[in-house]
């Protein structure tokens, strides 16, 4: 069983950048495709972005394409969502998710919630405007 625990979230404002960190345990860091997805509040949690197990595929929602990179770092065991040019729109709990064993077998990129079997607790993300 994989743990994932966030970290980095925070006010910013309008904008700004913000680093989200992910700390993955429990089984190998690599075998994993990794992603991260959010909710607002009062709506339903939404895919943001997710990097293949090998680091070589990446894949965001439209919404975030140009201002968010998705990165990992084998050595840290950790996923990274690097946040440029925020938005009050892009506040909500940021989740990091693993991909379930299929994206393990093949180096793609998960692309919805239902591709991802394990989740963090979250990290807050306010944006002001």
């Known amino acids: 069983q994989v743990q994932l625990v966030e970290s980095g979230g925070g006010l910013v404002q309008a904008g700004g950048s913000l680093r989200l960190s992910c700390a993955v345990s429990?089984?190998?860091?690599?075998?994993?495709?990794m992603g991260w997805c959010r909710q607002a509040p009062g709506k339903e949690r939404e895919f943001v972005a997710a990097i293949s197990w090998s680091g070589s595929n990446t894949y965001y929602a439209d919404f975030v394409k140009g201002r968010f990179t998705i990165s990992g770092d084998n050595a840290k065991n950790t996923v990274y969502l690097q946040m440029n040019s925020l938005k009050p729109e892009d506040t909500a709990v940021y989740y990091c998710?693993?991909?379930?064993?299929?994206?393990?077998?093949?180096?793609?990129?998960?692309?919805?919630?239902?591709?991802?079997?394990?989740w963090g607790q979250g990290t807050q993300v306010t944006v002001s405007s």
């Open positions: 998710a693993a991909g379930k064993n299929y994206y393990s077998d093949y180096d793609v990129t998960p692309r919805g919630l239902s591709d991802f079997g394990s």
């Open positions: 429990g089984r190998t860091f690599s075998y994993y495709a």
